[in-house]
């Protein structure tokens, strides 16, 4: 099989992180992003990471004739296909958008797989298809009940690859559902740069570390938890990417399908979090315990042991270090790219 892993959405957040795992694995990351949420300049710092520059084509996912120029012009072992939107609000106000990214982007794909006769896909799925969850850990066959169109979209790609399975055997599946990835790669060269506000806690909570933001809103303080702040399963991006090459070297092994959590299996809370960034840091976090976030779910955190069990793989990163890497990254880099 080819060392080359075409690598979709290849210079966003867990793409690029991936790509260093990749590398260190001794595969040869072959890079194809539209950009839309991304920045060029990441094959630089691959670069130096790795000390070698990813091939990168920019273009989309769901441009046939693109993709079967790529699988034409240097032989692929395997995909992994990250390409696609997650912003929840943007699904909710323009789902058309999100599934033509989401889904026809992995049909396009798919189809072009199947063509090509490349039929290893490592796709990233999320802990949302759980949607609130009757108990935590979450295991991988807890009732699948996403609450908004991007957790609708990836539980949508995962029914239509099992069905793609289904039909033809000879497919290597792995549908790995990420918890919460957060941090940045040790170097502080590679990292998270959301645009315009962020959503997330931890870009959030390193923005008001480095100064860019007065406070933290912290979106409900009355939650049936042990500080009554929101509960989630942080996974640092560079175990999340260790977890893809594992998943990869699974899927080379043997045909097959499998669904896989990549979590840690614990839980920590908003305030855990902010804790934990002022220990790294040495900065103080200001915030302010605000109303509840709409559709938020109060705690949730995943059952990793069929990921141990199937790929030997466990996450090993504190939230201590994701916090200390997210800071190094942030301080280095307070303009993302830029
Ligand atoms: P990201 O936005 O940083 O990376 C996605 C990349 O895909 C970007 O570089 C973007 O430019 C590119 N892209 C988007 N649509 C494309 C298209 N049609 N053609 C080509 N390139 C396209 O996001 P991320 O956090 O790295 O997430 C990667 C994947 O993991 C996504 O599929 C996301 O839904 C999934 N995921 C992310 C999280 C999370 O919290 N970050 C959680 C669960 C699942
Ligand atoms: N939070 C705050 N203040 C903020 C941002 C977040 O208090 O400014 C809280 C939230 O209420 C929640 C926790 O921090 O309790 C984590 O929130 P995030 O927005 O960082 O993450 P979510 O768990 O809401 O969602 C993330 C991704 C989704 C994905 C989901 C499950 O954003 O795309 O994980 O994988 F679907």
């Known amino acids: 099989m080819s060392q080359n892993i075409l690598v979709t959405g290849g210079a966003g957040f867990i ?3 991936t790509c260093v795992a990749l590398a260190a694995a001794g595969y040869a990351p072959v890079i194809l992003d539209n950009l839309g949420n991304s920045d060029v300049r990441v094959l630089e710092r691959l670069e130096r990471i790795t000390g070698a520059r990813p091939r990168f084509i920019e273009g989309d996912v769901r441009d046939r004739a693109l993709l079967d120029k790529l699988f034409r012009e240097q032989p692929i072992g395997g995909v992994i296909h990250f390409a696609g939107l997650k912003a929840v609000g943007d699904s909710v106000a323009d789902p058309i958008t999100y599934y033509d990214n989401n889904v026809n982007g992995t049909f ?11 039929r290893t896909l490592i796709f990233s799925s999320s802990a949302t298809v759980y949607g609130d969850p009757d108990r935590s850990p979450i295991p991988e066959d807890a009732p ?4 908004n169109p991007y957790g609708r979209s990836k539980l949508m790609v995962e029914q239509a690859l099992a069905d793609l399975h289904r039909a033809n055997p000879a497919w290597r599946i792995a549908l790995l559902r990420y918890f919460n990835p957060v941090g940045a790669h040790e170097s502080g060269l590679i990292g998270e740069h959301p645009q315009g506000k962020p959503n997330n806690l931890m870009p959030f909570v390193s923005q008001v570390a480095v100064g860019l933001r007065d406070k933290l809103a912290v979106h409900g303080g009355d939650y049936p938890t042990p500080d009554g702040t929101g509960v989630r399963d942080y996974v640092h991006v560079m175990d999340l990417a260790e977890g893809h090459v594992a998943a990869l070297r699974h899927a080379e092994k043997q045909p097959g399908l499998v669904t ?9 809370s908003v305030l855990d979090v902010v804790k934990a960034f002022e220990r790294a840091s040495g900065q103080r976090i200001a915030y302010e315990i605000g109303p509840r976030r709409p559709g938020d779910v109060p705690a949730y955190w995943g059952d990793p042991t069929l990921a141990q069990a199937t790929l030997g793989w466990r996450a090993s990163r504190s939230v201590d270090q ?8 942030q ?8």
Request: overall charge positive; proline content about 5%; charged content about 5%.
């Open 15 to 17: 793409g690029s992180h």
């Open 108 to 118: 396009v794909l798919a189809a072009a797989m199947q063509a090509a006769a490349v």
């Open 144 to 147: 699948l009940r996403p609450a």
């Open 260 to 268: 896989l959590n990549l979590g840690t299996g614990q839980g920590a």
């Open 322 to 329: 994701m916090c200390a890497d997210s800071w190094r990254w």
């Open 331 to 338: 301080q280095a880099n307070p303009n993302g790219y830029a």
